[in-house]
């Protein structure tokens, strides 16, 4: 009996966790927890916000995410985690993907560092808020 009620449990968590994950797949606008909830809650009615929270984290610490923490303490994710470079716009908080050089993964590899990952974030202001109103 409990072990049924276990499966159906993890059923359950893996089911909002593949939600979750989908959801942040479809988008390349490295949206944070709330955005990530209220769109997933379209696909998923019964899922609840600390869950999105919970999956979120776990997914990055797993490494099938990438959190970007932004200058405002607020955390953005990204299901794309192959290497590349992000820019934050210190003014509206739009997040672009940059492709980033292997040049400093090399150089640390040459030194004899095992390079496991690398965050590379830029600061700035976006076109849209560069421009003089
Ligand atoms: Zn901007
Ligand atoms: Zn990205």
């Known amino acids: 009996?409990?072990?049924i009620r276990e499966q159906v449990n993890n059923e359950r968590h893996s089911k909002s966790r593949d939600v979750i994950y989908?959801?942040?797949?479809?988008?390349k606008t490295h949206p944070d927890a709330e955005w990530v909830y209220?769109?997933?809650?379209?696909?998923c009615?019964?899922?609840?916000?600390?869950?999105?929270?919970r999956n979120l984290?776990?997914?990055?610490?797993?490494?099938?995410?990438?959190a970007i923490e932004t200058s405002n303490g607020s955390?953005?994710?990204?299901?794309?985690?192959?290497?590349?470079?992000?820019?934050?716009?210190?003014?509206?908080?739009?997040?672009?993907?940059?492709?980033f050089p292997e040049v400093p993964?090399?150089?640390?590899?040459?030194?004899g560092y095992e390079v496991h990952r690398g965050k590379v974030v830029l600061y700035g202001l976006c076109p849209h808020c560069k421009q003089p109103k």
Request: glycine share 6%; aromatic share 6%; charged share 30%.
């Open 1 to 3: 009996m409990d072990d």
């Open 22 to 27: 989908e959801t942040l797949a479809g988008t």
């Open 105 to 111: 993964f090399t150089e640390a590899e040459n030194a």
């Open 57 to 66: 984290k776990r997914l990055s610490e797993k490494g099938q995410i990438v």
């Open 75 to 99: 955390v953005h994710y990204d299901a794309c985690v192959k290497e590349h470079a992000h820019f934050i716009c210190e003014k509206c908080g739009k997040i672009l993907d940059i492709d």
């Open 38 to 43: 209220e769109t997933a809650k379209r696909t």
């Open 45 to 53: 009615p019964s899922l609840g916000i600390a869950t999105v929270y």
